[in-house]
Structures are given as structure tokens and as C-alpha cells.
């Protein structure tokens, strides 16, 4: 018998330390929350997708009264940023989310669901792209979406 041991690295930051462009791509994912349609979970995500460009789409989760209907954050943006875009790859994704008023002090991180899209977006366009999960305590960066989803159904 063998084993074997995937990792993922996390990198944890305090808002200061990031750069501008990622701390407006963090901003634009807190702006988001301020779209969200979820009057039945009352939890605001919002996300926002950083393109090779420097284009930013932010979009919010968006909920149905036939609950999987609804559509997580991270996917609404980046569906709209691959409609809009669809030549340009994406770099980065910020993911934010806030419950009775504030924003979560540790970060959430993407459904299973939305990890299979993004890594999608990531094996077309070739790139790893930087997850970054705001927290008010700390925010969590992970190079690539593949550390998100081992073992993952790829393309052959
Ligand atoms: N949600 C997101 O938008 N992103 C996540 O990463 C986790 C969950 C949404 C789905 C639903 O509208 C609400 O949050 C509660 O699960």
C-alpha cells in the first residue's frame, strides 16, 4: 500500500499588507454584498473578479424562492465576467460576505460548486488564478484554484 498527502497553502494577511490593486478587488467584493437578493438565508456574499486587463466584475449571490435556483456570488461574477470578457483571462477573485450586519471575521470559502466553475475558467485560460477570502480578522490567499479542489475532474 501507498499513500500519498495533498496540501494547500494558505497564505493569511492583514488588509495593509496586500497591494492596491488587490485591496480595490477586496473593496469591490465588500461593495457587492450591497447587491445581494437573499431574503432567505439573510447572507450577503459578495464577489469580485480581477481580469488580465485590470477589468473588475463584482456580482452577489442572488436567491430564488425554489432555493437551488439561487446562484452563489463567485459564480454570478464569474459567469459575468466570462460573458463579458470571454478572451481575457482572470487573475484573482475576492470573496466577502456578511451576516447581520458585518462582515465574517474569518473568511468563507467557495462551495464545492463553485470551485468546479472556477477551476473551469482557470484550465481554459491556462493561469492559476488567486483566490483571496476577506475576513475583518484576516484574509486567506490561495495561488490557484486547484489547491481548492484536489483530485479534481479535469479535461482530457
Ligand atoms: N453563498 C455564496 O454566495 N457563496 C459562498 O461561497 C457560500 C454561500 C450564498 C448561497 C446562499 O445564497 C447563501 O450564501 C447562503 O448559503
Redesign the pocket.
Known amino acids: 500500500m501507498k499513500s500519498q498527502s495533498i496540501q494547500t497553502k494558505i497564505d493569511i494577511y492583514a488588509f495593509e499588507e496586500l497591494s492596491d490593486d488587490i485591496k480595490s478587488l477586496i473593496n469591490s467584493a465588500k461593495a457587492a454584498v450591497l447587491t445581494s437578493y437573499?431574503p432567505?438565508?439573510e447572507?450577503k456574499?459578495g464577489?469580485a473578479v480581477l481580469l488580465e486587463n485590470g477589468m473588475i466584475f463584482s456580482a452577489?449571490?442572488q436567491?430564488n424562492v425554489a432555493f437551488p435556483s439561487?446562484l452563489?456570488?463567485?459564480r454570478v461574477a464569474m459567469f459575468y465576467a466570462n460573458a463579458q470578457q470571454p478572451q481575457t483571462p482572470v487573475t484573482a477573485i475576492a470573496?466577502a460576505?456578511l451576516t447581520k450586519g458585518d462582515f465574517l471575521q474569518t473568511p468563507?470559502?467557495?462551495?464545492g460548486a463553485?470551485r468546479q466553475v472556477l477551476l473551469e475558467t482557470e484550465t481554459r485560460f491556462g493561469n492559476f488564478i488567486d483566490i483571496y477570502l476577506f475576513g475583518n480578522k484576516e484574509i486567506f490567499h490561495i495561488k490557484g484554484v486547484q489547491q481548492l479542489l484536489p483530485l479534481c475532474f479535469a479535461h482530457f
Open positions: 437573499s432567505y438565508s447572507f456574499v464577489a452577489s449571490n436567491e439561487g452563489c456570488a463567485e470573496i460576505a468563507i470559502s467557495p462551495c463553485c
